[in-house]
C-alpha cells in the first residue's frame, strides 16, 4: 500500500510556497508516496483524512487559523501522522496559535540582517540517520533567530552573531537549524533554511529534507508494529479557552 502525504501551502508568498510545496511533492513522489497538495488550510477540516495519512507537510507562512483544524492536526500526529516542513512555512506558519508552536517545536522571532546573509551549518555530531554523511556547509539566505522547545533533538546549528544588532553584546550562541522531536507517537521534523526556492533545491537542504520526510512519515508504521501506546493529550495547552 502506498503511503500517504498531504502538503498544504499558502500564506505570505514572499517564500514561494507553491514552489517549495512542488519540490517537496516530487521528493515524495519519487519515494512512492500518494501526494495530495492543497492551496486551503480547509484541508486540515476532515480529522479522520488526518488519523489515516502518513504525512503532513505545512508550506504556510504567516497565516491565522482555526483552533479546530490546528486541534485536527495535533491529534493526528499524536496518534503517529508524522509533521514535517521548512523555514517559515512550519516555524512562523500561525503566531498567534501557541498550541502549532509547541507541537512543531519552535517559533521564528528575528532574522538578523535580512536575507542575503553568509553563514555556516554546523551538523552536530550525531548518531541519527538524518544527518549522517553531511557536512558542515555555507548558506547566503535568510538566518533564523527562533525560540525554540527545549525538548527538541538538535541536528544541525548556526552560529550568532554573524551581523551587528541589539543580540550582538550577548554571548554567542548556537541556534537549532534541524532537529526532531515527538509529539505523541508522531514524529516531527524541523529545518529552518529554505526562504526562497532555490535553497531548498540545494543539495544539502534537499538532501536533509528527504531524509527528514522520510523519517517523520516512518513514525506510525514503526510505533504501532512495536504497539506504542498512545499518550492521551489534551487537543490544546494553551489554555486558549480557560482562565489563566
Known sequence: MMRKALIV???????????????????????????????????????????????IVPVWTM???????????SAAVQNGTGLAGCHG???????????????????WV????NDGVTYTVEIRQSTSPLVEGIE????????YYLHVDPAVEVLATTRFPVVDGP???NKAVDMPVVWSKRWGIGRVYYNSLGHHADIVEMPQVQELMRRGL??????KRIALSAEQEVPTLRNSYSGMGDSQ
Open 167 to 169: 543580540h550582538a553584546l
Open 110 to 113: 528575528a532574522h538578523p540582517g
Open 214 to 219: 522520510l523519517w517523520a512519515a516512518d513514525g
Open 89 to 107: 512555512g512550519m516555524c512562523d506558519s500561525f503566531r498567534n496559535n501557541v498550541d502549532w508552536q509547541f507541537m512543531t517545536g519552535g517559533q
Open 63 to 73: 497565516g491565522e487559523i482555526s483552533q479546530e483544524l490546528v486541534d485536527n492536526v
Open 136 to 143: 558542515d556547509f555555507s548558506v547566503t539566505s535568510e538566518q
Open 9 to 55: 501551502w499558502g500564506g505570505w508568498d514572499g517564500h514561494e510556497p507553491e514552489q517549495v510545496a512542488g519540490i517537496f511533492a516530487a521528493i515524495l513522489r519519487q519515494e512512492q508516496f500518494e501526494v495530495e497538495v492543497s492551496n486551503t488550510l480547509e484541508a486540515f477540516a476532515d480529522a479522520k483524512k488526518l488519523m489515516g495519512l502518513d504525512l
